[in-house]
């Protein structure tokens, strides 16, 4: 037996670029899909806190300074 389809919805969600914004939904489908809740719900989750906030205080080392794949990073 198959089923009707793979997926009920698909989401592109934009980051947020404040702290003081929510995330977006950019498109969905399919495009009449009524579910406020899991509208509404799914960006949350997909951005649960403050994204630009977190990578500003990640620091990337230089190659060969600190380690041999040059790719450490600390959060802060």
Avoid at 10 to 17: M, N
Avoid at 44 to 60: A, L, N, Q, T
Wanted: charged share 25%; glycine share 2%.
């Amino acid at each position: 037996e198959y089923p009707e389809r793979t997926f009920d919805l698909v989401l592109q969600v934009a980051c947020p670029t404040s702290e003081n914004e929510d995330p977006t939904v950019l498109w969905s489908f399919p495009q009449d899909h009524t579910d406020q809740e899991v509208l509404q719900t799914i960006p949350k989750f997909c951005f649960p806190f403050d994204v630009e906030r977190y990578f500003r205080s990640v620091r990337w080392s230089e190659p060969g300074m600190e380690s041999t794949t040059g790719c450490e990073w600390a959060a802060d």
